[in-house]
């Protein structure tokens, strides 16, 4: 295996694999190199913008030119075109190249106050960068290339060895992974030109994986399940955030007409080279780049699916992790097998059991001491998704005493987070669960405690250097408790990692056996719950959690015999009289929909009018 053919290749590489015809934009002075090595003041936010609105008005404008026209030092390699304007509501994002060469990426966004950007030529190997100074100057200064694209930095080449690679162990499926959400679990045929992580979100970010398929169907004998992986580490990396991770271009498409500043693109291309993204591109049209490097010595989907979560880092604004022997890439923490996903990850590729998170730099050899998580929520205006259980909710334990990860799961969903599951020993009892995270390449770490009623802890598990949490045959006593799941910790934020990035998905397993006091049967959104029977006159009660912000829940029932009737409402249990919502006809098929909920726990009771059997109960939340 040559190691030039290792994911990234060095930079003086990356124009020969990409190069194109350049076209001459005249001659360049002492004077002008000299001029653009100082900051070379353009003028205020608002001209800037009015004459970026010009020259996309007549694309021969110069806005550089209009604003600068006193300037004779004004330099024509910094002309550009523009390919994708977009000022809204004082928001502003513009990208395009420089005039006339094929090779190059500008960009400029932000508001009526600042804006910031910057221009790339890849034929010249120089980067300029335009900033805004706190009276409201518009300025550009050149800058070294790697500033504005760091992969470009060929250190991760020395950082790197062939036998990390080709000894990578890949993460395996925990058996709780069950669909909980669209990127939870192991491929199941989907189509991967349409995969869609939160689907209906107005943030959207594409992966672009045209160029390495021909419709349908890999390119270079790469599988479909390889695909859905690469797709599904990014999803499982952002799955705090409230952002659609799609490889469908209709809905990229749609959110960026909608909103260019809430998307972004990454592009997969059929060439080996060095994968690299431009700083802080989300909002505008300039993407990422993801080379196949199909002989590096590790699994497409898994490595691919580990850069492109890299890449897009890098245009969400954030620099890499550096520190220890790794330089410019922090090469992560052996003993805890965890290290920041914009280090270098490939050096933890023979750890089984390896988390790879977002940072703020506490690790002891930190150099980079941004805050990853802010950087997307604030500086990029991404949101956090939902508390699923702000406020606890009931353990689904079946008659039998089974805990079933079907019905029995969350998200950790920002730092400090915490579930809480309830249940209700009226004997002697029996606890045993395992608490899994189930996200593919996620970043939770899994800690659990069990409270009693008096508030005292009873027994808690966070497995060191496992990632689950599990309870064996725990002996319970009569009464009420509460289990608490929330993101771990090992070791020190100095030496380890704190709860910082343990965010993601986790699912339970197990049983309780002993005399317990039934639960509510809580259903999961979508998913059906078949094999229900009842007698004449009784009721049957089911549960649904529904968060905040959701547009409507649909109730329904279906079944071939007897009348059961459909009676919904909010917190409490419903009657036939007092009701949200209710389906009350002739047969066993019934539905009913309560738009605009308030969050909470919604109850949906079915009514043996006549005998039933084999009935489908489902709620689904918009």
Not at 167 to 190: C, D, F, K, T, W
Not at 296 to 305: A, K, L, T, V
């Amino acid at each position: 295996m040559k190691k030039t053919r290792i994911k990234h290749i060095a930079p003086k590489l990356l124009s020969a694999l990409v190069a194109t015809s350049i076209l001459s934009v005249g001659s360049v002075t002492a004077a002008d190199n000299l001029l653009v090595k100082t900051k070379q003041e353009l003028g205020s936010v608002n001209a800037v913008i009015n004459g970026l609105a010009a020259q996309h008005a007549n694309p021969n404008a110069s806005f550089l030119r209009s604003i600068t026209a006193a300037n004779t030092n004004t330099r024509p390699e910094l002309d550009t075109d523009i390919t994708d304007y977009h000022f809204k509501d004082g928001q502003l994002s513009v990208s395009g190249r420089a005039r006339g060469i094929a090779n190059s990426s500008f960009i400029l966004k932000g508001n009526t106050q600042s804006i910031k950007g910057y221009l790339i030529r890849h034929d010249t190997q120089k980067a300029y960068e335009y900033s805004t100074d706190a009276k409201g100057v518009v300025s550009v200064v050149e800058v070294a290339i790697s500033k504005i694209i760091p992969d470009l930095d060929d250190q991760w080449l020395k950082a790197t060895t062939v036998n990390n690679l080709a000894g990578a162990i890949h993460p395996v499926y925990s058996p709780m992974a069950l669909r909980q959400a669209p990127h939870i679990g192991p491929y199941s045929n989907e189509d991967v030109t349409k995969l869609e992580s939160k689907p209906g979100s107005a943030w959207v970010f594409y992966l672009n994986h045209s160029a390495v398929m021909s419709g349908s169907t890999p390119l270079n004998g790469v599988t479909k399940e390889n695909m859905y992986r690469a797709w599904q580490i990014v999803a499982d990396q952002y799955s705090m955030y409230n952002i659609n991770i799609t490889t469908n271009p209709a809905v990229y498409n749609a959110a960026k007409s909608a909103n260019i500043l809430r998307t972004g693109v990454i592009n997969f291309v059929n060439q080996d080279g060095r994968s690299n993204a431009p700083l802080s591109s989300f909002g505008t049209t300039s993407a990422g780049t993801l080379y196949r490097n199909p002989s590096s010595g590790f699994d497409y989907g898994y490595g691919i699916g580990m850069t492109a979560a890299h890449e897009v880092g890098h245009q969400m604004g954030m620099n890499h992790d550096r520190g220890g022997t790794g330089g410019e890439y922090f090469e992560g923490i052996a003993a805890y097998q965890w290290g920041p996903i914009m280090g270098n990850y490939w050096m933890g590729a023979n750890w089984a059991a390896s988390r790879w998170t977002w940072s703020k730099g506490e690790y002891n050899t930190a150099s980079n001491f941004e805050d990853d998580l802010r950087i997307m929520n604030v500086n990029e205006s991404i949101p956090y998704v939902t508390d699923d259980n702000p406020s606890g909710k009931a353990l689904n334990i079946a008659s039998n005493g089974a805990i079933s990860a079907t019905n029995n799961f969350g998200q950790i969903e920002r730092t400090g987070d915490t579930d809480a599951f309830t249940f209700t020993v009226t004997g002697s009892g029996k606890l045993d669960l395992k608490i899994d995270p189930i996200e593919y390449f996620g970043m939770l770490d899994v800690d659990a405690k069990i409270y009693n009623a008096a508030g005292s802890l009873v027994a808690s598990s966070n497995k060191a250097v496992n990632r689950s949490a599990e309870f064996i045959a725990l002996n319970l006593s009569a009464g009420n408790y509460r289990l608490v799941i929330a993101g771990g910790a090992e070791g020190t934020p100095q030496n380890g990692f704190s709860n910082y990035s343990s965010l993601g998905y986790y699912a339970m397993q197990g049983s309780l056996t002993g005399t317990t006091t039934p639960t509510d049967v809580v259903l999961t959104s979508g998913i059906a719950l078949t094999g229900q029977s009842d007698t004449t006159g009784t009721w049957k009660y089911y549960a649904i959690d529904v968060p905040a912000g959701k547009t409507s829940v649909v109730f329904s029932i279906n079944g071939t015999n007897g009348d059961a009737d459909l009676f919904t409402q909010l917190t409490n249990k419903p009657t036939t009289t007092t009701y949200k919502c209710k389906s009350d006809g002739a047969t066993s098929v019934e539905s009913c929909t309560v738009n605009a909920p308030a969050a909470g726990r919604y109850y949906l009771g079915v009514y043996s009018y006549a005998a039933y059997s084999a009935l489908t109960v489902k709620a689904t939340v918009n």
